[in-house]
Nanobody, 124 residues
Framework: QVQLVESGGGLVEPGGSLRLSCAIS????????MAWFRQTPGKERDIVSA????????YYSDSVKGRFTISRDNGKNTVYLQMNSLKPEDTGVYYC?????????????????WGQGTQVTVSS
């Protein structure tokens, strides 16, 4: 069973930064495409960012391009989402997702494994 554990959420003022982390309980982490999704009440989960298993490909939604950076550390079985210049519209529950050798980075239906989510609130 693959388990994902997110951390790093919290309350931050507009313009501030947060770094989310997602640790996976598998030593074969290097085989997994990893992604971050965001969900707000009454809406579906939307892709925020994703990174391929090799790290050679990344995806960012238009709303976060230039502000967020996804990265992975295969030695620590962890993926990160550095979020800068945060805006109130970035508020939501952020979910980490993983799938073995998945190519369609931005499509949620292909991810089998999901974390429990971490709340990010951007407010003054």
């Amino acid at each position: 069973q693959v388990q994902l554990v997110e951390s790093g959420g919290g309350l931050v003022e507009p313009g501030g930064s947060l770094r989310l982390s997602c640790a996976i309980s598998r030593r074969t982490f290097s085989r997994y495409t990893m992604a971050w999704f965001r969900q707000t009440p009454g809406k579906e989960r939307d892709i925020v960012s994703a990174i391929s298993w090799s790290g050679s490909r990344t995806y960012y939604s238009d709303s976060v391009k230039g502000r967020f950076t996804i990265s992975r550390d295969n030695g620590k079985n962890t993926v990160y989402l550095q979020m800068n210049s945060l805006k109130p519209e970035d508020t939501g529950v952020y979910y980490c997702a993983a799938e073995n050798y998945y190519s369609d980075l931005e499509k949620p239906e292909g991810y089998t494994y999901w974390g429990q989510g971490t709340q990010v609130t951007v407010s003054s």
